[in-house]
């Protein structure tokens, strides 16, 4: 399939409110900037669960705030994180933009890693630090399994000390870590996929979602019989796959850019609705 003008938006946009939390988190492929048009769909469904089995900085769930919601990443560390907001943090541990204490941090994170502990309050805290402070927000492991991004480049860094409105947010959230497929859904639930970008062109890097789980989900997505949003990358196959699951196809122009031919090319984003 061809990706055309003809696909261009036509979705309603509106500002996002006051009311809508930030990210906690930095997050490689982070929706804050879909909000103007994942809001207005999703406000007829202010009764229903959410559900985001691909979770991340949850842009989405913290800005459309639902009373209940069900949160899902293959990352546990990111859910961990999240636990452990929702229960309140007791343990403090100093945060600062330091070199040193970034690098010091790290390695005691990559300890509780090695003692199997990684599911603690202190790997939580350690965690938010080291996104906040580390390169670019970026959540890499070597071989070991350890932490290995190195100390970020930012001037100044906002650290949260006050988690309060998100614990208050999180009182009747779920938090899960897995793989998508292991969600208990339940039949109104109001799904929103926002999967790794599907990128046709892999040669020289390793994929962990690769195609035949791009089909996976839309395969999983067309069974359910509540309404379903899905945001990707608008790479051919995944239109066509999405057009013959039943999906209405909108395509618009995320503000990043793709490297095509050694081009740094505009790259399309499409929004795939079923059910609304
Ligand atoms: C594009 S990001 C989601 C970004 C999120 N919507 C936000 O606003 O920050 C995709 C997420 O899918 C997670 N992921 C990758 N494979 C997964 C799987 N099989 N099941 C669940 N989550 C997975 C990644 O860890 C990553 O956080």
Same mark, same amino acid.
């Given at each position: 399939? &061809?990706?055309s003008k003809e696909y261009l938006c036509g979705l309603p946009c509106a500002p996002v409110p006051?009311? *809508?939390?930030l990210p906690l988190i930095k997050w490689a492929g982070g929706k804050r900037w879909l909000l103007p048009y994942l809001l207005p769909l999703m406000a007829p469904y202010r009764g229903r669960r959410l559900v985001e089995p691909f979770a991340g900085s949850m842009a989405l769930a913290l800005a459309f705030r639902p009373q209940r919601a069900l949160l899902c990443d293959r990352n546990p560390h990111v859910m961990n994180f999240y636990r452990w907001v929702q229960r309140g943090f007791t343990l403090s541990i100093p945060m600062e933009n330091d &070199? $040193?204490?970034? /690098? *010091?941090? &790290? !390695? &005691? %994170?990559?300890?509780?890693i090695r003692e199997g502990r990684e599911d603690s309050e202190e790997a939580a805290l350690l965690f938010y630090y080291l996104n906040r402070t580390g390169y670019n927000g970026l959540c890499r492991f070597n071989r070991k399994g350890e932490f290995n991004v190195p100390f970020g480049k930012y001037r100044a860094i906002p650290y949260e000390r006050d988690f309060t409105p998100y614990r208050q947010l999180f009182k009747h959230w779920e938090f899960l870590t897995g793989d998508f497929e292991t969600l208990p859904l339940e !039949? @109104? $639930?109001?799904?929103y996929l926002d999967p790794p /970008? $599907?990128? !046709? %062109?892999?040669a020289y890097t390793k !994929?962990? %979602? @690769?195609?035949e789980d791009q089909v996976r989900l839309a395969e999983w997505a067309r069974c359910h019989r509540g309404p379903v949003i899905l945001s990707n990358q608008a790479t051919p196959r995944i239109l066509a796959l /999405?057009?013959?699951c039943g999906f209405t196809i909108y395509t618009l122009w995320a503000p990043r850019r793709i490297s095509c031919n050694g081009d740094r090319a505009k790259a399309l984003e499409v929004l795939a609705l079923r059910g609304l």
């Open positions: 399939m &061809r990706v006051h009311s *809508a939390l &070199r $040193d204490l970034y /690098y *010091a941090h &790290r !390695e &005691r %994170f990559n300890q509780l !039949e @109104g $639930d109001v799904l /970008y $599907d990128v !046709e %062109f892999t !994929e962990t %979602f @690769g195609w /999405y057009e013959s």
